[in-house]
């Protein structure tokens, strides 16, 4: 069961939830590293018209005021940051001095979007981010990277297997040009749709915008183009048409198609359905999606953006996507795909004689700390049995009897299956497997989702 | 150089310097868990009648409101936490029946204090909270074990010892009680500026409220005890006051002072000039601040409180502190007094022979990857020597260069000494100290501030 939330759109999760996000948030962090990515973090508020000039086409806002503000003050004009990019590119103008480029960074951070609190969207979630950003130019290299980073991040977490699907928005609007459709934004929000209404839908939607019979076909023509392999370009191709940007984007495509052949289990192809909501995207566009539940959303996006960055004649353009991590943790706990092996870090409950015999179980919490042990002491000295519930309540594996008389021993149980043996403070070790709280595959709920096959792996 | 911040009271880092913070955040993260302290995050928002019920007497807090509310929408009732210890509270009662007492949560986040901008104040800073509330009863033995996690999460880190003071607020009432006064909280007030303003300082503004001298003089007296051992206890009592919360305050104040007679160093004492901003307080109070920088204010700082929860008929006491990670921080690069082994995550540059040979620059950084070394592909393909250049800039220490033609082998330079070997992807290991990055304490800047014996140590 979730950690209750008493405001919607704030999701809170129990201690032994939290561990689990802290584990995703960890081997995430470790994957971004793996690849050189720098951690930053910037604060949680920029200024409105940063906010405002770039990145999602409807804001939605949180703005910020004091509530002791004198009635002479200007009102605030801040707002909390509704992704990590746009702040990034802030972040990266204002240091630019001390930072080397390509600039690569990461960046694991809580964002907020101020929905309608009846929306059932998060309004509150952990995003992780990684981005490279150069100085004037940055190569194609960069979109291959991307992807590669987003299946290595993905494929290290304990979850379904990530499905990453991308394109070309160079592609897409060279294409419409060569269609001679003027409003392709417009387009690309029908096209975009594709996965949920289906071909009718997408055709209503599109003559409904003005785009005759004749172009709306083609437009679904080449949305409904995917695969893994060189042939989708070929495809394109034979639709017949040709720009100067379509060409440019279909090389870029192919480099992309190329560099990221060697992932195994068509786990990243290009699908010209995608066209990603941020419109500062200008080239690759890419997400992700977990096999199993393709009903619940990406739960990894992101794409190439050469203008959001720019200080007088210099410009930025950058490469980066971004892991949803909230989303997967709600998904993952939806589903009881993962728990914990334990409610706290603590493997030991060191037992209390009484409470004038304290210095002895703290002296054994200070010997097995010593030994990095996570221990508790027990608050009150019940009976013993008391003690082991209390213990069992808590999910701690092992409890600790110090010994009742000088000269006597101590001995530790393992309450999971009764187990007792005499054991010294300064010696002894919990087994392997229960050094560090474990995250568990619930193998019933895999095999619920079909998942079964990948849980054997 | 710290990053700029173009909004004052908002912080934020280099890589550089992200690093050190996420090294502090961690080492006190794996100290809390030795505890047995659990880990949960609360959201960023509470709403307005959470945080103006209980917490600082003069809230300085931030009111969120959304940029695209419609006219009929009601006003927003949320506002960002200004601490850990509010949104704890009520997140415990929200959740009462899916935790075990005594409940022991750790809590690592920013918090958010709307203050001017001109205070020169951290409007937006990390704590570090631990705390356990227990149902009802809570004993004292909580106080004492506070003041022993405060003290090893601080010497845990790579910062100056961490001096802690503790005090007894029950010492304090019931001394004021029996002196007949009753405005104590403005008594305190007075009282723990001793450090800043002196005892002349102190005398006036007591005398200044109504406080008459005789009894002004007597709590100068008590606000002047301070020591490890027992005698403190007698100083107080050689006061010859008495009230039965004195008492009691004694008593609770002799079981801590026992508790960490063990710690060396005299790092922890009893001060009777503690009072703790506060309001809700009830018992024990703490803080610690940094040998060498004492000027610099306090760096942790916690106590009990046994009224700030409450359900029904229910109370939940509380114990907890908190280690202001921001604040060390700040102070840390202020004094120059920590630095990082290098600019990146990344151990390795790999260097590219031509864009036509990525494909081979690739495979070693993906061969590195899989061993767990950090490492990063130059982004295009310039001379060797510009790669050098380049890899230095970002503070990589090894060049890794692929073989040029095929049967040749690959070769590795250490960049900070010249340093060249042949080596093999599936084989080279980084040298022990440079796996990963490092917080290196500058000796100089300790020498300077006094602190070369503990660097020693």
Redesign the interface.
Known sequence: ?P??T??SG???????E??I??RLIETIKQQY?????????????E?KDVLLGKGET???????????ARED?PESD???HFDLTVPFS??LL??RG???F?F??YQIQ?V?R?E?ASSGRFR?FYQADFD?I?ENN??I??DA?MVQVMH?ATTALPIPPVIIRFNNRKVLEGFYQALGIENFEKVLTCVDKLDKIGSDGVMSMLEESDISHEKALKCLDIAKINGSTLSVIQDIQDLGLNSSLLEQGLEEMTYVLR?TQHIPGNLVTADLSIARGLNYYTGTVAEGIMQGMEGSGSVCGGGRYDNLASQGNFKFPGVGASIGVTRIMSQMLEHGLLSCSR????CVYVALVS?AM?HQS?AVAQAL?AR??????A??APKFGKQIK?AD????PFVWFPSLEPGQGHSIKDIRNGDQQDVSPTKWMPPEQDRQVRIIKNEKAWEKLGLDSVLKR
């Open positions: 069961m950690a209750k008493s405001i704030f999701p809170e999760w129990l201690p032994e939290r561990m996000e802290q590293e793996l690849f050189g990515f720098a951690p930053i973090e910037t604060r949680a508020v200024q409807s804001q939605e806002i949180y703005l910020l005021s004091r509530l002791q003050e801040m707002g909390l802030r972040y204002e240091n001390s930072l080397s390509p690569r960074r809580k907020w101020g309608r509150e490279v150069a940055l190569s290299h960069a990277e290595a560099a409610k706290t870090p603590a409470e304290r703290d700390r990095g042990i996570a221990c508790e002491v608050d009150t209390i309540k808590k999910g701690i």
